[in-house]
């Protein structure tokens, strides 16, 4: 079955600590893109990455990194510089940046 | 900046019958497209329907349609025959098809569907 597949579902961050989401998808997508999601809000794009080894900020980089060495995969790390992490992150893949994006089911980031 | 706004926080429908999601939107260019995406319990979101905006037509997926007012900046989504797999958070989302931008989904804050048996 093709799709996207993020993972753990749910990870806890310790302060300080570097922690990073995994997203990858099977679809032949060249553009994948990482939102947030906090309470009573719409998502929020973080990075989006047009191709591989290619990548753009988006509204709320800060605090974030990403990397884009396979087509398939697109992690991001929530580094020690963002200090409000806690919320839900999306992946979500396109097959081009101007075509319909579809989305994973998620990560959970708590901080202890 | 484009902005999306659901005035909605909240709406709730008997099942089977039928309920309409508002969503309107501010932006100074002509092409782009519109989406409703549909957020259940397990947190995936789905995309429900999308609408281009150079097309006159109202986008419909089977019991769902949308009222596309290009001139009042207005995309609401109509779900008929309303189950209680439904329930779900909705949102409305932007995207330009033009310029530097059109790779970025502007969403509103959703408005929760609640399904009544």
């Known amino acids: 079955d093709g799709g996207i597949t993020q993972s753990p579902k749910y990870l806890f961050r310790k302060e300080g600590q570097n922690v990073t989401l995994s997203c990858e998808q099977n679809?032949?997508?060249?553009?994948m893109y990482w939102y947030r999601q906090d309470p009573g809000q719409g998502l929020r794009l973080i990075y989006y990455?047009?191709?591989?080894?290619?990548?753009q900020k988006g509204d709320i980089a800060e605090g974030y990194s990403v990397s884009r060495e396979k087509k398939e995969s697109f992690p991001l790390t929530v580094t020690s510089a963002q200090k409000n992490p806690t919320a839900f992150y999306l992946c979500?893949?396109?097959?081009?940046?101007?075509?319909?994006?579809?989305f994973g089911p998620g990560t959970r980031l708590l901080v202890l | 900046a484009q902005t999306v706004t659901q005035s909605q926080p909240e709406m709730s429908v008997q099942e089977a019958e039928t309920v309409t999601l508002s969503c309107t939107y501010d932006?100074?260019?002509?092409?782009?497209?519109l989406f409703w995406y549909k957020q259940p319990p397990s947190r995936q979101m789905i995309l429900v329907i999308r609408?281009?905006?150079?097309?006159?037509q109202n986008a419909t997926e089977n019991r769902f349609s949308v009222n596309f007012q290009k001139a009042a900046k207005s995309f609401s989504l109509k779900i008929s025959d309303s189950q209680l797999g439904d329930a779900a958070m909705y949102f409305c989302?932007?995207?330009?098809?033009?310029?530097?931008?059109?790779?970025?989904?502007?969403f509103g804050k959703g408005t929760l569907l609640t399904v009544n048996p």
């Open positions: 979500a893949s396109s097959r081009g940046r101007t075509e319909t994006q579809y």
């Open positions: 679809l032949n997508h060249d553009a």
């Open positions: 990455s047009q191709i591989v080894n290619d990548f």
């Open positions: 609408q281009e905006a150079y097309k006159q």
């Open positions: 989302a932007y995207r330009s098809n033009g310029g530097g931008s059109n790779y970025k989904l502007t």
């Open positions: 932006t100074s260019e002509s092409d782009y497209y």
